[in-house]
C-alpha cells in the first residue's frame, strides 16, 4: 500500500507529463472501442439482414449447392409437408425455432411482350406470411426498419421484382418506380426479339389467362424449363418493384408464391429446393444444426444442413476484413502507448537519479526500487484504461444519438449508424487489460535501468 502511495505521488511529482501519457492511452482506449463497436454494428446489422432475409439455416438435399440450381429434377425435397411439421414438432429444437417454411429457387427468362423486352432472371418461390414475419426478426434490437413483401397467401398469381428489373422490363412507369424511365419502343413489328416471341408463343399455348385482381398493375411472363429440361411459361402480376441489396439481383429478381414456382419448375408436382429455418436465438444455431444433421445421418436421409455463414460465404469475407484493420489499428496504438510511457518513465529515472541512490544506500533492494517504477506504470496505464472507457461510454452515447445512417452492405435500406462496443462485453475487458498490461510491460526497461543503478554513482550525482 506503501508503495503504491509513493508511485502516485512520484507520478503527481511532473503532472503535465504524466497527465499527456495518460492522454495517449485513453485515446487509444476510446479509438479501440470505438471501431470495435462499429465492427459490432457491421456484424450484428449483416447478421439481420441476412436472417430476415434467408433464416438461419438451409436444408438442402446433398449436393444442391454446387449442381441443383442447374440440375432442378436431381436435387429436391419431396413429402416436405411432412418433413416440415417433424422439425417444427421435434422436442429437442421446437423451443429455438421461430419459423420452418419452403423456398424454391429457380431461374428463366422474364418478359414484357407488350413493350418488346425481356431479360434473365433468378426468382424465389415463397410463403409470403411466413417470410414477411421472417423480416420481423429484431434479436439484437437494432430498430431495422423491416420491408413486408407485398404479397399474400390468398394471390398466389401475384409477384415483386427488383427495380432494375422493372426498368429492363419498361415497367417503371406502371409501377411507379422512383429514378427510373421506360424507352419507348420502336415500331418494328417484323423484329420482334427471339426471347419474346418464345414468351409470347408459350404463353398463348400454355398459360391461362391469369385472374388480375390489381387490373392496374402489369403482368409478366415467365418462360422456364421443367425438371425434365421441357419448357415452361406461367403469367404473373407485378404488384412492385423494390429496391434489392445487390445490383445483380436488383436486375434479376422475381419473388413470387411458392404454389407459382412449383408450377414452373416441377409442373404438378409438390417438390421444393429447400426448407428454411429462422430461430429465436442466433446463439443455438450450432446446436440446431448438430442435433439435425445427427438426425438425417440416422435415418439415412439424403439432405444437408448448411447455416447462413455456409450459404453466404461473403459474410465471413466482410468480418474477416474489419477484423484484420482491427488487428493492425491494435498494433499500431499499442506501439505509440508503448513508447510514450518508456519515455515518461525514462525521464523520470533520469530526474530522480539522486533519490535512487539515497534509497539504494538506505537498504531499499534492487527488486524495491524495480517494483515502485513498474507500480508507476500500471497506475498510469490503469487511470487512462478507466477514463478511456468512461470516455467510450459517453462519446457511443453521443453518437448513437446524432441520428446518421447508413446502408449494411447487401442491404437495400438504410439503417441507424451506431457503434456497439457494449454488445460485447468481453472485448471490452479485454481492451482494458491490454491496455494496463501494456503500461506495465513499457515500464519494464526504465525500471530494470533505475534497479541496476550503482548507489555509489548514484550519490555522486547529487
Known amino acids: 500500500m506503501i508503495d503504491f502511495q509513493i508511485a502516485v505521488r512520484n507520478l503527481m511529482r511532473n503532472s503535465r507529463r504524466s497527465a499527456i501519457t495518460i492522454f ?191 387490373s392496374d398493375k402489369p403482368s409478366i411472363d415467365l418462360l422456364g424449363s421443367t425438371g425434365s429440361g421441357a419448357p415452361n411459361a406461367i403469367s404473373l402480376v407485378a404488384v412492385e418493384a423494390q429496391r434489392q441489396g445487390v445490383k445483380v439481383l436488383d436486375d434479376s429478381f422475381v419473388g413470387m408464391h411458392l404454389h407459382q414456382a412449383q408450377r414452373l419448375i416441377y409442373g404438378d408436382q409438390k417438390r421444393v429446393s429447400a426448407i428454411v429455418l429462422q430461430l429465436y436465438d442466433t446463439n443455438d444455431m450450432a446446436a440446431v444444426q448438430t442435433h439435425l444433421a445427427d438426425l ?9 444442413i448448411k447455416n447462413y455463414t455456409e450459404f453466404n460465404p461473403e459474410f465471413n469475407q466482410v468480418i474477416n476484413m474489419f477484423m484484420a ?24 529515472v533520469m530526474e530522480r537519479i539522486d533519490e535512487i541512490g ?43 444519438s446524432a441520428g446518421y445512417t447508413w446502408s449494411p452492405p447487401n442491404s437495400a435500406t438504410d439503417m441507424a449508424l451506431q457503434v456497439l462496443p457494449f454488445k460485447n462485453p468481453s472485448l471490452i475487458f479485454c481492451i482494458w487489460v491490454v491496455m494496463i498490461m501494456v503500461a506495465a510491460l513499457s515500464s519494464l526497461l526504465p525500471a530494470r535501468r533505475a534497479a541496476r543503478m550503482n548507489i555509489v554513482d548514484a550519490i555522486r550525482h547529487v
Open 24 to 214: 495517449a492511452i485513453i485515446v487509444g482506449m476510446v479509438a479501440l472501442l470505438m471501431f470495435g463497436g462499429y465492427i459490432a454494428s457491421i456484424y450484428y446489422g449483416l447478421q439481420t439482414g441476412i436472417v430476415r432475409a434467408e433464416g438461419h439455416l438451409h436444408i438442402y438435399p446433398k449436393g444442391y449447392l454446387e449442381y441443383g440450381f442447374s440440375r432442378p429434377a436431381d436435387f429436391y425435397i419431396s413429402d416436405y409437408d411432412k418433413l416440415v411439421e417433424e422439425i417444427k414438432h421435434d422436442a429437442s429444437i421446437k423451443d429455438k425455432l421461430r419459423i420452418v417454411t419452403p423456398i424454391v429457387n429457380l431461374a428463366g427468362i422474364a418478359g414484357n411482350y407488350s413493350a418488346n423486352s425481356s431479360t434473365t432472371f433468378i426468382g424465389v418461390g415463397l410463403l409470403p406470411s411466413d417470410h414477411n414475419r421472417m423480416r420481423d426478426w429484431d434479436a439484437h434490437h437494432l430498430n431495422m426498419p423491416s420491408v413486408q413483401l407485398p404479397l399474400s397467401d390468398q394471390e398466389p398469381e401475384n409477384a415483386v421484382i427488383g427495380r432494375g428489373m422493372a426498368r429492363m422490363l419498361n415497367l417503371c412507369k406502371a409501377l411507379a418506380v422512383s429514378d427510373c424511365q421506360d424507352i419507348a419502343k420502336e415500331e418494328k413489328p417484323a423484329e420482334i426479339d427471339a426471347g419474346i416471341l418464345a414468351i409470347q408463343e408459350s404463353a398463348a399455348q400454355d398459360i391461362a389467362p391469369v385472374d388480375n385482381r390489381q
Open 296 to 304: 438425417f445421418a440416422h435415418n439415412g436421409d439424403k439432405l444437408e
Open 358 to 400: 539515497s534509497l539504494r544506500a538506505l537498504g531499499l533492494r534492487r527488486s524495491g526500487v524495480r517494483r515502485l517504477f513498474l507500480l508507476e506504470g500500471m497506475v498510469i496505464g490503469f487511470v487512462g484504461a478507466t477514463i478511456g472507457l468512461a470516455a467510450s461510454i459517453i462519446i457511443a452515447h453521443v453518437f448513437n
Open 325 to 348: 484493420i482491427f488487428t493492425f489499428m491494435v498494433i499500431v496504438i499499442i506501439l505509440v502507448v508503448l513508447f510514450t510511457i518508456i519515455n515518461t518513465l525514462t525521464m523520470s
